[in-house]
């Protein structure tokens, strides 16, 4: 962050008075036995000859080893510090254990890495050594990370009668499951036949997977003393095999418990010095000299490594870490020891603080005074400043995760802000470039961009430089993107120091990499939708890509979840296909809530390609894609009777006659805001229910869309003129907007038949009806001929006249048209004077004397059955009306037009 930390010797000697640190022979042994190759999980001893070929004695040195050089991703295997030092023209041997790993190796072993020993040759600090290490072929369990813990915190010593946990993490770095039952025991000190484990537990495993890993805790309450701890995994049968290598089985860690720890660091003082005086303010771009004093307030001496890092603000309340020194300490009681170090001030007011011990590894007595801040305010120069305001590294448009990587062949965009954090504007084109690995120590140029003169203070410069990723030849080694702003130095500036920044960036082999680029919501008909209620569906389509650099030969799994990534959640899974690379393809499925489980509300649909991780990807961080849908939970159907009506055959009717059957036509409708979602049940009943009514018919309803209906029919026999009674939803299952309108009636009447038949009636008006058709047939058949009669030309009405009028127009030997004019107004009057009085209403208008004269004996006797079909029933002539919707002629009695379906009332 634009801190640069130098260290600071001040003081010095001549050469011929200076030591010369020189590593002599390396050797890495297995089994006590030298070897330049190994196997993964093998547990090697480096063993290191240190000389000291100088003409002064060495009081402390540090020996360091890396899997590659540090500055190039190299890892820390190892660190010894020696405290007895090294006289002038001596030799010491040094060791230190490595659980290797698979990979190439060229392991670099340094002697005073840090130059903390004023030397004649720096040169000779440094060796080089060559290890291959091949992947084993069978099941390797080793103990790593052993430390303790107190209340979950890392300890470094604790009191006497504390409770303490034991942890270490148990691997399999082997190529095969252990299947071997085993178990992990604590000993204080080191295992020996008899020996007896430490803590509460012992814990047991059945047996491990290639590559798994288990999380190992044992408690434990240590008595006084300095404690070596040994953790070991054996067999739990001791006469079984556990794994191929058994030398990395046990790992130990050492603890010191006492109730009065002597040793207690702390923090005197801060000091800046400018021109060799304590200043608190300085100028932009100015070099500060800062001096920091420890001491040891303890009551024993403290010799060993010390750890102090420098920050800008309160490192517990977010302070940025811009500088660390690891010294070899040796101090007394009272004594003290100077941390000095070097910073480009920057503008503002800064509080720089010191910490001793961050990690607490020292055991001491006062933990809380291990820490100090001082204040230094910088005032501006009229200078621009360059520097990296941002770097990200970016694969088709998504930020990698720098943890995971990505893979070879992969198009990384590496995107740069160019900030001036200056307060003038630059005045130059000054040049940025991007580097693998550093350039100051021969790294390789990959692009450059140019940022143009003019930029202003606060002002951004953005510009992208892509980078093919090529995998590293050693297993082990890390890229490492390097970005310098300015790069030629050609814009003076406040800070010279904060123009560089750096990425490294793990890559691997090709592979594919799946990611979802969209999905949309539509309704059933493709329409984009945002909102819907209980009872519809969404169709939801998603596309999947390959972005990654190889074929996905496999068929991923699409999984669509509803609000969380659970499996109670998941509502669709559906196969995809083998993707290419950059090919895509989409996959559709439908969806509707279900008012059991969905609440109303916003809800999220998240969809998942390859959510178990079956595929092998380059990441698996772009695997899913959510969206969002409103679910109207308070958007209720409406279910209401629509029509009832009655027919026989295609009539309507709205009478009967009891004991006659007729079709009952039933309509139901939904008027709500939403489908039905929940089944309802249509109940029609002749008469109330509640009155003695009987149950016609029960139907169900399963769905019905808002604004349509559904029609149901019944054939009854009508016994009574009790109503026609509809429920829908008779116990409200269904929630509704309205349950009040759920019931429909309709009426039909129904006639009962006459009390008793009187056959006397019956019988009169049989024989009065053969003699008037007698009496007709002699009329007719006397007529003399001659122009026809007006009788055509007579209304309809006189249908209803009686047969009796006919023959009387005969007796009269007038003129026909003096009886067609005469008669009509005669018959009437005289026909009641002659009419026996229990005749019917149509048979008094007969002579019963003068009809049995006329009747000749040959009349045949199938001429009555004619007769009798005329007078039975009413009439049949329909008043004739037209459908006030349609036009359509129909009968005023009907109640529903055959046409149009509507009411006609």
Same mark, same amino acid.
């Given at each position: 962050?634009?801190?640069?930390?130098?260290?600071?010797?001040?003081?010095?000697?001549?050469?011929?008075?200076?030591?010369?640190?020189?590593?002599?022979?390396?050797?890495?042994?297995?089994?006590?036995?030298?070897?330049?190759?190994?196997?993964?999980?093998?547990?090697?001893?480096?063993?290191?000859?240190?000389?000291?070929?100088?003409? !002064?004695?060495?009081?402390?040195?540090?020996?360091?080893?890396?899997?590659?050089?540090?500055?190039?991703?190299?890892?820390?295997?190892?660190?010894?510090?020696?405290?007895?030092?090294?006289?002038?023209?001596?030799?010491?041997?040094?060791?230190?254990?490595?659980?290797?790993?698979?990979?190439?190796?060229?392991?670099?072993?340094?002697?005073?890495?840090?130059?903390?020993?004023?030397?004649?040759?720096?040169?000779?600090?440094?060796?080089?050594?060559?290890?291959?290490?091949?992947?084993?072929?069978?099941?390797?369990?080793?103990?790593?990370?052993?430390?303790?813990?107190?209340?979950?915190?890392?300890?470094?010593?604790?009191?006497?009668?504390?409770?303490?946990?034991?942890?270490?993490?148990?691997?399999?770095?082997?190529?095969?499951?252990?299947?071997?039952?085993?178990?992990?025991?604590?000993?204080?000190?080191?295992?020996?036949?008899? !020996?007896?484990?430490?803590?509460?537990?012992?814990?047991?495993?059945?047996?491990?997977?290639?590559?798994?890993?288990?999380?190992?805790?044992?408690?434990?309450?240590?008595?006084?003393?300095?404690?070596?701890?040994?953790?070991?995994?054996?067999?739990?049968?001791?006469?079984?095999?556990?794994?191929?290598?058994?030398?990395?089985?046990?790992?130990?860690?050492?603890?010191?418990? *006492?109730?009065?720890?002597?040793?207690?660091?702390?923090?005197?003082?801060?000091?800046?010095?400018?021109?060799?005086?304590?200043?608190?303010?300085?100028?932009?771009?100015?070099?500060?000299?800062?001096?920091?004093?420890?001491?040891?307030?303890?009551?024993?001496?403290?010799?060993?490594?010390?750890?102090?890092?420098?920050?800008?603000?309160?490192?517990?309340?977010?302070?940025?870490?811009?500088?660390? &020194?690891?010294?070899?300490?040796?101090?007394?009681?009272?004594?003290?020891?100077?941390?000095?170090?070097?910073?480009?001030? &920057?503008?503002?007011?800064?509080?720089?603080?010191?910490?001793?011990?961050?990690?607490?590894?020292?055991?001491?007595?006062?933990?809380?005074?291990?820490?100090?801040?001082?204040?230094?305010?910088?005032?501006?120069?009229?200078?621009?400043?360059?520097?990296?305001?941002?770097?990200?590294?970016?694969?088709?448009?998504?930020?990698?995760?720098?943890?995971?990587?990505?893979?070879?062949?992969?198009?990384?965009?590496?995107?740069?802000?160019?900030?001036?954090?200056?307060?003038?504007?630059?005045?130059?084109?000054?040049?940025?470039?991007?580097?693998?690995?550093?350039?100051?120590?021969?790294?390789?140029?990959?692009?450059?961009?140019?940022?143009?003169?003019?930029?202003?203070?606060?002002?951004?410069?953005?510009?992208?430089?892509?980078?093919?990723?090529?995998?590293?030849?050693? /297993?082990?080694?890390?890229?490492?993107?390097?970005?310098? @702003?300015?790069?030629?130095?050609?814009? #003076?500036?406040?800070?010279?120091?904060?123009?560089?920044?750096?990425?490294?960036?793990?890559?691997?082999?090709?592979?594919?990499?799946?990611?979802?680029?969209?999905?949309?919501?539509?309704?059933?008909?493709?329409?984009?939708? &945002?909102?819907?209620?209980?009872?519809?569906?969404? /169709?939801?389509?998603?596309?999947?890509?390959?972005?990654?650099?190889?074929?996905?030969?496999?068929?991923?799994?699409?999984?669509?979840?509803?609000?969380?990534?659970?499996?109670?959640?998941?509502?669709?899974?559906?196969?995809?296909?083998?993707?290419?690379?950059?090919?895509? @393809?989409?996959?559709?499925?439908?969806?509707?809530?279900?008012?059991?489980?969905?609440?109303?509300?916003?809800?999220?649909?998240?969809?998942?390609?390859?959510?178990?991780?079956?595929?092998?990807?380059?990441?698996?961080?772009?695997?899913?894609? *959510?969206?969002?849908?409103?679910?109207?939970?308070?958007?209720?159907?409406?279910?209401?009777?629509?029509?009832?009506?009655?027919?026989?055959?295609?009539?309507?009717?709205?009478?009967?006659?009891?004991?006659? /059957?007729?079709?009952?036509?039933?309509?139901?409708?939904?008027?709500?805001?939403?489908?039905?979602?929940?089944?309802?049940?249509?109940?029609?009943?002749?008469?109330?229910?509640?009155?003695?009514?009987?149950?016609?018919?029960?139907?169900?309803?399963?769905?019905?869309?808002?604004? !349509?209906?559904?029609?149901?029919?019944?054939?009854?026999?009508?016994?009574?003129?009790?109503?026609?009674?509809?429920?829908?939803?008779?116990?409200?299952?269904?929630?509704?907007?309205?349950?009040?309108?759920?019931?429909? *009636?309709?009426?039909?009447?129904?006639?009962?038949?006459?009390?008793?038949?009187?056959?006397?009636?019956?019988?009169?008006?049989?024989?009065?009806?053969?003699?008037?058709?007698?009496?007709?047939?002699?009329?007719?058949?006397?007529?003399?001929?001659?122009?026809?009669?007006?009788?055509?030309?007579?209304?309809?009405?006189?249908?209803?006249?009686?047969?009796?009028?006919?023959?009387? /127009?005969?007796? #009269?030997?007038?003129?026909?048209?003096?009886?067609?004019?005469?008669?009509?107004?005669?018959?009437?009057?005289?026909?009641?004077?002659?009419?026996?009085?229990?005749?019917?209403?149509?048979?008094?208008?007969?002579?019963?004397?003068?009809?049995?004269?006329?009747?000749?004996?040959?009349?045949?006797?199938? !001429?009555?059955?004619?007769?009798?079909?005329?007078?039975?029933?009413?009439?049949?002539?329909? @008043?004739?009306?037209?459908?006030?919707?349609?036009?359509?002629?129909?009968?005023?009695?009907?109640?529903?037009?055959?046409?149009?379906?509507?009411?006609?009332?």
């Amino acid at each position: 962050d634009g801190w640069k930390i130098d260290n600071i010797k001040v003081g010095g000697r001549s050469d011929e008075q200076m030591a010369d640190l020189k590593l002599g022979n390396v050797r890495i042994l297995l089994d006590g036995y030298p070897v330049d190759a190994a196997v993964a999980g093998d547990v090697l001893v480096f063993n290191m000859t240190i000389i000291n070929e100088g003409r !002064a004695n060495v009081d402390a040195y540090v020996v360091t080893a890396y899997t590659d050089h540090p500055l190039k991703g190299g890892t820390e295997i190892g660190r010894v510090v020696v405290l007895d030092g090294l006289s002038v023209g001596m030799s010491s041997a040094t060791t230190m254990r490595w659980i290797a790993s698979a990979g190439r190796y060229d392991m670099y072993i340094y002697v005073d890495e840090a130059n903390q020993v004023p030397e004649q040759n720096e040169v000779n600090n440094l060796r080089v050594v060559h290890l291959d290490v091949d992947d084993t072929s069978a099941g390797d369990m080793i103990l790593t990370g052993m430390h303790f813990e107190a209340d979950g915190l890392p300890i470094f010593g604790a009191g006497v009668g504390d409770l303490i946990t034991i942890v270490a993490t148990l691997t399999n770095v082997g190529t095969a499951t252990v299947s071997t039952p085993m178990v992990v025991r604590a000993y204080d000190g080191p295992y020996a036949p008899g !020996a007896e484990p430490i803590g509460d537990i012992q814990p047991r495993l059945n047996g491990m997977e290639a590559g798994g890993e288990r999380h190992i805790e044992i408690p434990w309450r240590p008595l006084e003393g300095l404690h070596t701890v040994h953790l070991m995994v054996t067999p739990q049968d001791p006469m079984t095999t556990l794994d191929f290598n058994v030398h990395n089985n046990v790992t130990w860690a050492e603890l010191e418990v *006492t109730d009065h720890p002597a040793v207690d660091l702390y923090i005197e003082e801060i000091y800046f010095i400018m021109d060799g005086h304590v200043a608190t303010q300085a100028s932009e771009g100015d070099n500060v000299h800062t001096l920091a004093i420890i001491g040891n307030d303890g009551s024993v001496p403290y010799r060993g490594m010390i750890e102090v890092d420098v920050y800008r603000g309160d490192p517990d309340a977010g302070g940025l870490l811009v500088g660390k &020194e690891m010294l070899i300490a040796d101090i007394g009681p009272d004594e003290d020891l100077e941390v000095e170090f070097d910073w480009r001030a &920057e503008l503002g007011t800064h509080a720089v603080t010191i910490f001793v011990d961050p990690g607490n590894t020292i055991y001491e007595s006062n933990e809380d005074n291990n820490q100090l801040g001082r204040g230094l305010t910088v005032s501006m120069y009229p200078l621009p400043d360059l520097t990296v305001g941002a770097m990200s590294l970016l694969l088709n448009g998504e930020e990698l995760n720098l943890t995971e990587g990505t893979n070879a062949g992969a198009n990384v965009e590496v995107s740069i802000s160019v900030l001036n954090l200056g307060t003038v504007k630059t005045k130059a084109v000054s040049v940025t470039e991007l580097y693998l690995g550093n350039p100051l120590l021969g790294g390789e140029l990959l692009g450059s961009f140019e940022v143009p003169e003019g930029l202003n203070p606060d002002e951004v410069f953005m510009d992208s430089i892509f980078w093919k990723a090529v995998k590293p030849k050693q /297993k082990s080694d890390t890229p490492v993107l390097f970005v310098r @702003v300015d790069s030629t130095g050609v814009e #003076p500036e406040v800070n010279e120091f904060n123009n560089d920044d750096l990425r490294p960036l793990p890559v691997g082999a090709s592979l594919p990499d799946l990611t979802i680029i969209s999905m949309s919501i539509t309704d059933m008909n493709g329409a984009p939708v &945002e909102s819907i209620t209980y009872g519809t569906s969404i /169709k939801i389509e998603v596309t999947v890509t390959n972005v990654g650099t190889d074929v996905s030969f496999q068929v991923a799994q699409l999984d669509l979840y509803l609000d969380d990534l659970d499996e109670a959640s998941r509502f669709a899974t559906i196969g995809t296909s083998t993707l290419g690379i950059g090919e895509t @393809v989409s996959r559709s499925t439908t969806w509707s809530p279900d008012p059991m489980k969905v609440e109303g509300g916003v809800h999220l649909i998240i969809a998942v390609i390859d959510p178990v991780n079956e595929i092998t990807e380059s990441s698996d961080a772009n695997n899913d894609l *959510t969206g969002t849908i409103h679910v109207d939970g308070d958007a209720l159907p409406n279910l209401l009777p629509m029509d009832i009506w009655v027919t026989v055959g295609d009539r309507p009717v709205d009478r009967l006659d009891e004991g006659d /059957k007729g079709t009952i036509h039933l309509r139901i409708v939904n008027l709500g805001e939403a489908p039905l979602f929940t089944p309802a049940s249509v109940e029609l009943f002749h008469g109330e229910p509640t009155q003695g009514g009987v149950a016609v018919e029960i139907w169900q309803i399963t769905e019905l869309e808002v604004g !349509a209906n559904v029609s149901f029919e019944k054939e009854w026999t009508f016994e009574n003129d009790l109503p026609l009674v509809l429920y829908i939803d008779r116990n409200n299952m269904v929630e509704e907007t309205n349950e009040n309108d759920n019931v429909g *009636t309709a009426q039909v009447d129904v006639e009962p038949p006459p009390e008793g038949a009187n056959y006397l009636v019956i019988g009169i008006m049989i024989g009065i009806a053969l003699l008037v058709l007698v009496v007709m047939t002699i009329v007719i058949g006397r007529r003399p001929s001659g122009p026809p009669s007006k009788e055509g030309e007579e209304d309809e009405d006189e249908e209803d006249e009686p047969p009796v009028e006919e023959a009387g /127009k005969e007796v #009269p030997e007038e003129p026909a048209e003096d009886i067609e004019v005469e008669v009509p107004e005669e018959a009437p009057e005289e026909a009641p004077k002659e009419a026996p009085e229990e005749a019917p209403d149509e048979i008094p208008e007969v002579a019963p004397e003068e009809a049995p004269a006329e009747v000749p004996s040959e009349e045949p006797a199938e !001429a009555p059955q004619e007769v009798t079909e005329e007078p039975s029933g009413e009439p049949e002539a329909a @008043v004739a009306a037209a459908c006030p919707h349609c036009g359509e002629g129909v009968d005023q009695e009907w109640i529903l037009c055959p046409f149009c379906d509507k009411p006609l009332k």
